[in-house]
């Protein structure tokens, strides 16, 4: 059974930091890409960032580029997104995607908010 | 960046009734390889969404045959034969064509 969990996300300033984490299993994680995607309240689904499998490329949205990087642990099967400098508009849900696009986790909340 | 447009945005259905949505891409989505790289997916109330259909018509396990997709180049369309009282929800396109990948703006069926 395939399953995506995500963690780490909560409450924080403008212009803060938070990591988040994903850890995933039912499916083979090293040879899968793996993108962070998020939905912000009431608003349709965003496309965030990408990383190939290996870890060799990466892909961001325009608007995290810079602020947020994504990076992998195959030996953890774990998917990571550190976000800096973060903004109100980086309030969303974000959703650890695999399998290019099959395997979503719940979700875990990102508020950013003074 | 491609613009994905979807309509309508809001669909109210009757079971076992047909119905379609379209998305239409501001570029066009054919890659250098010649595919077509253009994804559906279903959210129902209160959960992650779900990817129904990829490469434009090839519908993923599990998914009914009452949903297909189809189109080309700039114009695609999602079409379910017959409702079903579980297809209530949103349904979004998005191209995984061309960097940066986008979304369109959901279309809400409801009964």
């Known amino acids: 059974e395939v399953q995506v969990v995500e963690s780490g996300g909560g409450l924080v300033q403008p212009g803060g930091t938070l990591r988040l984490s994903c850890a995933a299993s039912?499916?083979?994680?090293?040879?899968?890409?793996m993108n962070w995607v998020r939905q912000a309240p009431g608003k349709t689904v965003e496309w965030v960032s990408y990383i190939s499998p290996g870890g060799r490329g990466f892909y961001y949205a325009d608007s995290v580029k810079g602020r947020f990087t994504i990076s992998r642990d195959d030996a953890k099967n774990s998917l990571f997104l550190q976000m800096n400098s973060l903004r109100g508009e980086d309030t969303a849900v974000y959703y650890c995607v695999g399998g290019h696009f099959q395997y979503w986790g719940q979700g875990t909340r990102v508020t950013v908010s003074s | 960046d491609a613009v994905l447009t979807q309509s309508p945005l809001s669909l109210p259905v009757t079971l076992g009734q047909p119905a379609s949505i379209s998305c239409r891409s501001s570029?066009?989505?054919?890659?250098?390889?010649?595919?077509?790289?253009f994804i559906w997916f279903q959210q129902r109330p209160g959960q992650s969404p779900r990817r129904l259909i990829y490469q434009v018509s090839r519908r993923d396990s599990g998914v009914p045959d009452r949903f297909s997709g189809s189109g080309s180049d700039t114009d695609f369309t999602l079409r379910i034969s017959r409702v079903e009282a579980e297809d209530v929800g949103f349904y979004y396109c998005?191209?995984?064509?061309?960097?940066?990948?986008?979304f369109g703006q959901g279309t809400k069926v409801e009964i």
């Open positions: 998005m191209q995984d064509t061309q960097w940066p990948w986008t």
């Open positions: 570029q066009s989505l054919v890659y250098s390889d010649g595919g077509t790289y």
């Open positions: 039912g499916f083979t994680f090293s040879g899968s890409d």
